[in-house]
């Protein structure tokens, strides 16, 4: 079982900066975190999670949201089986519960249902 923990969140004002970080503890069939694909999903209220940035375990390709394009950066230090989010340019429409996600698949994929594993999310508010 690998158990995702995310944090960093909190409240900022639109333009701002924020750095979620995600710790990945624990294993399954003798995999390590570095040998997951890593993916940061957001939900606001009354809307369905959406995919923001995923970068994968063989060869740390990344893949972000248009929305997020330019303004994110998802990383990875295996060493410390951590995951960041570095969230610059901050808007009100970023305003959301921030989740990270484990895939043991090879690729960067979008789609929730990819993701075996699951944080319990980080609350990031952007006020305007």
């Known amino acids: 079982q690998v158990q995702l923990v995310e944090s960093g969140g909190g409240l900022v004002q639109a333009g701002g900066s924020l750095r979620l970080s995600c710790a990945a503890s624990?294993?399954?069939?003798?995999?390590?975190?570095?040998?997951?694909?890593m993916g940061w999903f957001r939900q606001a209220p009354g809307k369905e999670r959406e995919f923001v940035a995923a970068v994968s375990w063989s060869n740390g390709n990344t893949y972000y949201a248009d929305s997020v394009k330019g303004r994110f950066t998802i990383s990875r230090d295996n060493a410390k089986n951590t995951v960041y989010l570095q969230m610059d340019s901050l808007k009100p429409e970023d305003t959301a519960i921030y989740f990270c996600?484990?895939?043991?698949?090879?690729?960067?994929?979008?789609?929730?249902?990819?993701?075996?594993?699951w944080g319990q999310g980080t609350q990031v508010t952007v006020s305007s």
């Open positions: 996600a484990a895939s043991p698949r090879d690729s960067v994929y979008t789609r929730t249902h990819m993701y075996d594993y």
């Open positions: 624990g294993r399954t069939s003798g995999r390590t975190f570095s040998s997951y694909t």
